[in-house]
């Protein structure tokens, strides 16, 4: 065990009618850690539901609840929440999702052997919404170690897996300090990966090989709050690519500069066609919403005259109607591959 002498992390957990069952794994396992200097901040978003009366039964000292001073949009909840944190670092734990109890202290001893380091995460496993034991895929999966700041955006960009660092991931707070702004609602929700390049600039970045956290895979289908994201999510992706953009200090990170941006821009694009078609094919979403997806991800990411066009005419009727069977079953296959190899997607 580490003294109580060392560093303070903080576990920052934004709450809003989240299903009690789900943030109760969630905050059992933030106030398990072994790492023993630890504060648990919990920021209840104005709940209406049970979370809060649950919230008065739980007696531990290095628990926090806060509450801001209204109801708030997500990312600003995030941003809210992460303010109250006094730890040296913090770590974002949503409250739906779950972290090993080793996770703190494991990331800890790199940081803390690493003082450059701005952030540490690490893999991912990707899990059933109703059972966190069955794990679907993981994410991230690569060599452990430290990488330069440099080393590690070349990195991600040329990942064709998509990457995450939240849950598990832990960023110092002076680092924090200085990338909060990017969470004042510009971007509406998908603030991960924008943190996550930005944080390049502070510092060096720490990544274990190792399942330190779960995250749970569901969708307003599933009866996840607010969980129809998808048109928000490909713009929150086009503004993530504008800050790369727009920083000197990351374009000079990377061997062919805003051309490794341009590529990836590219990628990303066809991915988010795909995400669409899986959406149609799924029933997730209806035509009307793809075609603005088309058009969203032509606007904000990268034109992809070709996939569009494909996707266009595929979902026109009547054609819709004799494919879309025939497309489930493959795409179930897919999965069926994807979640017995436990590879990323």
Not at 103 to 127: G, H, M, R, S, W
Request: hydrophobic fraction near 40%; proline fraction near 6%; charged fraction near 20%.
């Amino acid at each position: 065990m580490l003294s109580p002498s060392q560093p303070l992390f903080s576990i920052v957990i934004p709450l809003y009618n989240q299903q009690l069952p789900f943030f109760q794994q969630a905050l059992e396992s933030a106030l398990n850690q072994t790492y023993p200097h630890i504060e648990v901040i919990v920021s209840d978003n104005h709940s209406t539901n049970d979370a809060p009366a649950f919230l008065t039964t739980i007696q531990d000292p290095r628990l926090r609840v806060v509450k801001p001073p209204e109801f708030l949009p997500m990312v600003r909840h995030f941003q809210f929440a992460a303010d109250q944190a006094t730890g040296d670092y913090i770590s974002f734990l949503c409250s739906d999702d779950w972290i090993y109890p080793t996770a703190i202290e494991t990331l800890a001893d790199q940081l803390l052997a690493n003082p450059k380091a701005a952030v540490a995460y690490c893999e991912i496993e990707n899990v059933d919404h109703k059972d966190i034991t069955k794990v679907r895929l993981y994410t991230n999966r690569k060599k452990s170690g430290v990488r330069s700041a440099a080393e590690s955006l070349t990195e991600l960009l040329h990942s064709r897996p998509f990457f995450a660092w939240i849950p598990g991931g832990i960023m110092k707070r002076s680092a924090y300090e200085q990338v909060r702004y990017l969470l004042d609602g510009t971007i509406t929700y998908a603030f991960d990966v924008a943190l996550l390049f930005k944080l390049h600039e502070h510092g060096d970045v720490i990544y274990i090989d190792k399942p330190l956290a779960k995250f749970r895979v569901w969708t307003a289908k599933d009866g996840k709050l607010g969980g129809a994201r998808l048109l928000e999510n490909i713009g929150d992706l086009g503004r993530s690519c504008q800050l790369l953009e727009e920083s000197p200090r990351l374009i000079n990170y990377l061997p062919n500069g805003v051309n490794d941006i341009t590529e990836w821009r590219a990628y990303q694009a066809k991915r988010w066609i795909m995400a669409l078609l899986v959406g149609i094919i799924t029933g997730t979403i209806d035509a009307q919403t793809c075609r603005e997806g088309i058009k969203t991800i032509d606007k904000h990411i990268s034109p992809n005259p070709t996939g569009s066009i494909a996707l266009a005419a595929l979902i026109a009727k009547p054609q819709i109607y004799v494919v879309k069977p025939a497309l489930n079953l493959l795409y179930r296959l897919y999965l069926s591959i994807q979640y017995r190899t436990k590879r990323g997607i």
